[in-house]
Each structure stands twice: as C-alpha cells, then as structure tokens.
C-alpha cells in the first residue's frame, strides 16, 4: 500500500515553456503532500509544502510564482513550472504524508527536468 | 536546531561486510526517525524507521540503533550485497511538525 505515483518520469522543454508534473496517492488520502528538488549528489531539498484545499506554503527562497502548486483533491497535487529556464533543469520528486500524523513519507519516482 | 548530521558522506563496502551509517540530530522534539534508500533516478523509499521509546529495531539485514541520551541513531546493514548500492537518507520529524529533516546522505557503493 501507500503507492504515489509522479509522472512525467522524465521531460524536456524549451526555454520560456511551462511544464506540469502531477503528484497522485493511488491507495490513500494525502492531506498534505510536499515537493523537493534534489541536485546531483544532493540531499532533498524541500520547496513547498501542499495541503488539500489551500494555499501552498513556500520555503524561504522559493518563488512562488515560479512554482505553481495546485492541490485540488485528497489525492492529487500539481507542480507547475512557468517560465522554465535551464536552471531550473533538475529532479523534483513529491511526497504525500500517510493519513495517521507523523507517519512516513511515501515518495513519487520523481521527474527529471531538462529545459533547453 | 533543524539539522540532522550524517556522516560518512560515501562508504566503500566489501561484499558480506558491515555497513554503518551514523546520524545526529538536536532536536528533543523529534520522535520519529526514519532512513530512506535511493537509488539513481528514483525517489526514496522508506527503508526502516524507529521511535525513541525503543533503543533497538532490527527488520531482515538492516538495523536502526538509537541512542536517545546522545541524540544518535545509527543505520547497520549486516551481509552488505552489491544491490544494496544506493544512497541512504537518514530523516527526522516530530509528532504535529509535519516537515520532514533530511540528512546529507550517505552514497554506499559494496563491492562484488
């Protein structure tokens, strides 16, 4: 159980396009879900955290109108990259909280972004 | 305060061998420390995870141990094997905190 599944697994665009990439609990409610950008060799590095219903809240740093996060169901949250530069080329992997508090993380496969 | 350590930064492994993950953290109000396995292009999976009312937890070849005096909690994995290879998360969190902790991460590479 606890299955998400994040898709594209992968994607390249242009430069100046944006690009979705969809979070989805297939098994369970995920009140609050939260999405990271890992670099090379990197640790997780958490943007922002999704909770169903409401505005996302954003890490310090984070421009918010750059990544767009809709969480509009119990089970799916969207991260929208407007604009998209090749600096912003990355792995972005969400996560979705289990339905009790403070239980683990279940993470997507996450999505390799390529902007050219 | 926020921070979880972890150290060795990569680990070299021969097969059959022991490996040993060590994390530190500052925070009294965590009480739920879990590892997580990645490897290439893949998100992390849950691998074990313990709370601080026990010192020890143990799941196949892999072993969490805690030690809640010192704020250390350490990852084992007894009989290493090349398929281990991956790179281990270790994270912390608190009870209503919601917002996960993660460790540097350690890339563990066994050798054959």
């Known amino acids: 159980g606890a299955v998400v599944s994040q898709h594209p697994s992968r994607v390249i665009c242009k430069s100046g396009t944006s690009v979705k990439i969809e979070c989805r609990s297939l098994?369970?409610?995920?009140?609050?879900m939260f999405w990271y950008r890992q670099f090379p060799k990197q640790s997780l590095m958490l943007m922002a955290t999704?909770?169903?219903?409401?505005?996302?809240?954003?890490e310090q740093g984070v421009e918010k109108d750059k990544f767009l996060i809709n969480h509009a169901s119990l089970t799916l949250s969207t991260l929208t990259v407007t604009s998209a530069h090749p600096e912003d080329s990355s792995f972005y992997i969400c996560?979705?909280?289990?339905?009790?508090?403070?239980?683990?993380?279940?993470f997507g496969n996450g999505t390799r972004l390529t902007v050219t | 305060q926020q921070q979880v350590k972890q150290s060795p930064q990569s680990l070299i492994v021969q097969k059959g061998g022991i490996s040993i993950i060590n994390c530190a953290y500052e925070?009294?109000?965590?009480?739920?420390f879990p590892w997580y396995q990645q490897f290439p292009g893949k998100g992390p999976a849950l691998l074990i995870a313990?709370?601080?009312?026990?010192s020890e937890k143990k799941e196949g070849r892999f072993t969490i141990s805690f030690n809640k005096s010192a704020k250390q909690f350490s990852l084992h994995i007894m009989d290493s094997q090349p398929g281990d290879s991956a790179t281990y998360f270790c994270?912390?969190?608190?009870?209503?905190?919601?917002?996960?902790?993660f460790g540097a991460g350690t890339r563990l590479f066994v050798k054959a």
């Open positions: 996560s979705a909280l289990g339905e009790l508090d403070n239980s683990p993380l279940h």
């Open positions: 098994d369970f409610q995920a009140t609050t």
């Open positions: 999704s909770n169903e219903g409401s505005k996302a809240t954003y």
């Open positions: 925070n009294t109000a965590f009480d739920y």
């Open positions: 313990i709370r601080p009312d026990v």
């Open positions: 994270a912390a969190s608190a009870t209503g905190g919601f917002k996960t902790i």
